[in-house]
């Protein structure tokens, strides 16, 4: 409480608990405010809550989900990996991230218990399996290839683990299939669609981003929005009760995203004739970095650089990496006389913004090209 004190000395602050001599109790809060708290009760289809996006082109926006979005996702998790799976759920996804989100509310609704990591560690992780007999938990790279090294490290089987979903490469899915008895559940999502809209077994076929769920629709449609035939290549769009609400106070992008009543996602995708998805590519006025699962903006990234006193320009990419699938790299043109190293550079964006954005790599040139 203290250090919040010192970075936010100009707010009020309240203990929810006990009083404080840095706060005000909240039951004294109660008794000098006699007037009836109104609790708020948001109908099902109403405001619930908004999950930071950037998905469809690269703007950041706040996308409002509804009560019905979310427990629509949840029963998409318990429809396809069976109420028995995820009786034990590792949460090893941030609940910022819809994945972490949903997963968490299936396991409620479907009677299991949540065994929540503070911060990823992949030895906790595999001790928590075995010690909980948990059944499944959610992987963005590098996660699970990691669970996996500190199984082998340890001798662990992980012999409770049914499912595994998420996104993941070809070589550590065949690695979980031939150590362990859980499959690997692969899919294509958005904050906007409150996670996956189509889901499969990887195993199925390899490399797709698996079928429609039971409560979606999936289409492909030209820059005209008319459909295509199979097989051919265009924006993927979707449709169903997981489709959020609006972005928030930004009517004009609701209107875009949502036309003709289909959510546009922003991606390029193909289906093949047994309905499969198969993710192409991001439009090319999609700007952004999907690095260990979470969005980067580059626009944020670089708007943070350049008010650095010995930074005068910079540009802000994602580049392929092994662990992360992409890494933020920063290329930046330093002001006369700078001796600025790339850890600094790395580190400075650490400290101002969310830790996973900042430049993995940096490198340092004479003049952009404008």
């Known amino acids: 409480a203290e250090e919040l004190r010192d970075l936010f000395p100009h707010r009020q602050f309240y203990c929810i608990d006990e009083a404080s001599i840095l706060s005000t109790s909240f039951d004294q809060l109660l008794d000098e405010n006699p007037a009836p708290l109104t609790e708020p ?14 998905a469809v082109d690269g703007v950041p926006k706040g996308a409002l989900l509804s009560q019905r979005n979310v427990l629509a996702s949840a029963a998409v998790h318990l429809h396809h990996f069976g109420r028995d799976a995820i009786k034990g759920h590792l949460l090893a996804l941030p ?7 949903t997963s968490a509310w299936a396991t409620f609704i479907g009677g299991g218990k949540n065994v929540v990591l503070k911060q990823f560690d992949d030895k906790e992780a595999v001790r928590l399996i075995d010690a909980e007999q948990l059944t499944y938990f959610g992987s963005f790279p590098p996660i699970l290839e990691r669970v996996l090294d ?3 490290e340890t001798g662990s ?9 998420g996104l993941e490469g070809p070589q550590n899915i065949k690695r979980l299939q031939e150590v362990t008895n859980a499959v690997f559940w692969t899919g294509f999502g958005q904050a906007e669609t409150t996670a996956f809209v189509t889901a499969s ?10 079928q429609s769920t039971l409560i979606n629709s999936v289409a492909i449609v030209n820059e005209l ?22 972005y928030w106070n930004m009517p ?11 959510h546009h996602t922003g991606d390029i995708g193909r289906l093949d004739d047994d309905g499969f998805l198969w993710y192409v590519k991001r439009k090319a006025e999609k700007e952004l970095i999907k690095t260990g699962g979470e969005n980067v903006y580059p626009g944020e990234v ?17 580049v392929p990496d092994k662990t992360w699938g992409e890494a933020v790299k920063a290329v930046c043109v330093l002001k006369k006389g700078s001796k600025l190293s790339e850890k600094e550079v790395s580190e400075y964006v650490g400290g101002q913004i969310a830790g996973f954005k900042k430049p993995r790599k940096v490198e340092f040139v004479e003049k952009l090209p404008r």
Not at 157 to 165: A, D, N
Not at 201 to 210: D, F, K, T, V
Not at 252 to 262: D, H, K, L, M, P
């Open 157 to 165: 089987v992980l012999k409770s683990l049914q499912v595994v979903y």
């Open 41 to 54: 009760q948001p109908g099902v289809d109403e405001g619930w809550l908004i999950i930071p996006t950037a």
């Open 302 to 318: 670089e708007s943070v650089l350049l008010i650095h006193a010995e930074i005068k320009d910079c540009c802000v990419i994602g």
């Open 95 to 101: 609940i910022f991230h819809v994945m972490g989100l």
């Open 225 to 246: 929005d008319e459909q295509v035939p199979t097989g051919e290549e265009g924006e993927i769009i979707v449709r169903g009760e997981n489709i959020f609400l609006e």
């Open 201 to 210: 077994p990887a195993s199925e076929r390899l490399g797709a981003s698996g």
């Open 252 to 262: 004009e992008a609701t209107a875009y995203a949502q036309r003709n009543s289909w």
């Open 150 to 152: 500190s199984a082998k």
